[in-house]
């Protein structure tokens, strides 16, 4: 098969499907196609992902297409220059599609804070696919391309590909560039693949990790070879299960299967023990104080003469304000309130800076499991897929949903959300979890697994 006949198909089938799933916000047909035709005539050193189509979430630039971030303020903003992982996917032939629909900045975890439309989900229309990287995950599950990029600050990455029903890893802080990547909130942000097999995953991570001069937090490691770590052989693994993630708030659904998963990994050989992470409690709290410290820091660019929207006004401070209330949605004026609030001087020692001491301890329960286990297995979040509209305007209760998965960006360990079964015919996910840059072994046990 050439590369034009598969792109051809995956446009196809965008076409037939993306009216109601709407995981794009802009498809390049064209430039696709043109691109494709390019590669037809396949070299002999072609590598696995020579010729293959995928989609890039709409907060990674590429050079001469649009990058809203699912924002009216970058609504008319076109790249100047290709993330680190896009110019990688293009150099082991990938061809790039579109661009996919997030929420907005990627605060969220439903894909209803996108500035333009929610995307749904392929399993049932009604439902949320999951967020903040939900034409990400959609796109994959609606088979409408073979990966996906996307990004992961706080479960962004992992909580869709469970609603979704496919396989999503968020690297350790550092393994991927995130040069090019809209920063939400740096030191949380990772780059990572959607894919509908582990397999898949493992060989689209190998092309996008590695450092990267451009990006100072991007570890100076060799990679390795993560196709070869999928042996399929689990026996004598320690998985440690947190006490704290298996109490109150998981659905009964969710909960019945993730024993099963459970079963399954003792089956194949691997040894389960509680263990515990005692700050969890703390987490979503920490979080929801760091990441829009940091988000407010980030979007202060966004003021109507570098990128995008101007709304012009009586004097500059006019200009930014119409700008910026305008052209960012309600759930992003909230994080950078909540943001510059943290950061006020008067305010910082009581919160910013706890909260980073609390960061600290909830990096140190991660390390102290560590010591004994291998991975640590948990839901990837509480309920599946939820119906649209059912959480809006309820952000607490959207911010808890994420109990699973901030951890993990909080302590910067990778972790990946695996299908694990069905509960009233909508996917649940199975999140391991793992040791710093061990990716290796997250990838064997899920690939073991499924
Ligand atoms: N749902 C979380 C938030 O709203 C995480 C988002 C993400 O990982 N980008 O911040």
């Known amino acids: ?237 320690r998985i440690g299960l947190p006490k704290e993630y298996f109490g109150e708030g998981m659905d009964a659904g969710v909960r019945e299967q993730i024993e099963k998963a459970i079963q399954t990994l003792e089956s194949l050989g691997a040894v389960v023990g509680e263990v515990t992470l005692p700050h969890t409690k703390y987490a979503v709290a920490t979080y929801y104080l760091l990441a829009p410290a940091e988000a407010s820091s980030n979007l202060a660019r966004f003021d109507g003469v570098r990128y995008g929207l101007r709304v012009e006004g009586e004097n500059l401070i006019d200009m930014y304000k119409r700008t910026r209330s305008e052209g960012f949605g309600e759930e992003v004026q909230t994080r950078i309130m909540l943001g510059t609030y943290a950061l006020s001087s008067g305010y910082y020692d009581a919160y910013y800076l706890r909260a980073q001491k609390v960061r600290t301890l909830i990096k140190q329960d991660f390390d102290a499991v560590f010591e004994n286990y291998d991975v640590i297995l948990s839901p990837t979040a509480p309920t599946p897929a939820f119906a649209l509209g059912s959480n809006v305007g309820d952000p607490v209760t959207m911010y808890l949903n994420d109990i699973y998965t901030i951890p993990v960006n909080l302590a910067g360990v990778p972790a990946i959300s695996v299908p694990c079964g069905l509960t009233n015919g909508l996917p649940v996910g199975v999140q391991f979890i793992g040791k710093h840059f061990d990716e290796s072994t997250l990838l064997r046990v899920a690939h073991a697994f499924e």
């Not at 390049?28 to 037809?40: F, I, P, S, T, Y």
């Not at 990772?190 to 097999?197: A, D, E, K, L, V």
Request: proline content about 5%.
């Open 1 to 237: 098969i050439k590369p034009s006949e598969l792109v051809s198909a995956s446009l196809e089938r965008i076409s037939a499907t993306d009216e109601k799933v709407r995981a794009y916000l802009s498809v390049h047909g064209e430039v696709a196609m043109e691109r494709a035709k390019q590669l037809d005539e396949i070299p002999a050193d072609a590598g696995l992902l020579y010729g293959i189509p995928g989609a890039i979430k709409d907060n990674l630039n590429t050079k001469g297409l649009p990058t809203t971030c699912g924002s009216k303020i970058l609504e008319t903003y076109t790249s100047a220059y290709d993330a680190t992982v896009v110019s990688k996917l293009n150099d082991a032939g990938v061809v790039s599609v579109g661009k996919t629909n997030m929420d907005e900045f990627a605060m969220g975890s439903t894909g209803e804070n996108s500035g333009f439309f929610p995307t749904h989900n392929p399993w049932d229309l009604s439902r949320v696919p999951g967020g903040s990287s939900s034409g990400s995950a959609a796109t994959v599950a609606a088979g409408q391309v073979l990966f996906s990029l996307g990004s992961d600050t706080g479960g962004s990455i992992r909580q869709p590909a469970s609603f979704c029903g496919v396989v999503g890893l968020k690297p350790t802080y550092g393994l991927v560039s995130r040069f090019g990547l809209v920063a939400y909130a740096s030191s949380f942000d990772q780059i990572g693949p959607f894919t509908q097999t582990v397999e898949d995953n493992a060989i689209v991570l190998q092309a996008i990790a590695g450092h990267d001069p451009l990006d100072s937090t991007s570890a100076n490691l060799s990679v390795p070879d993560y196709l070869a770590a999928l042996t399929g052989d689990i026996k004598g693994l």
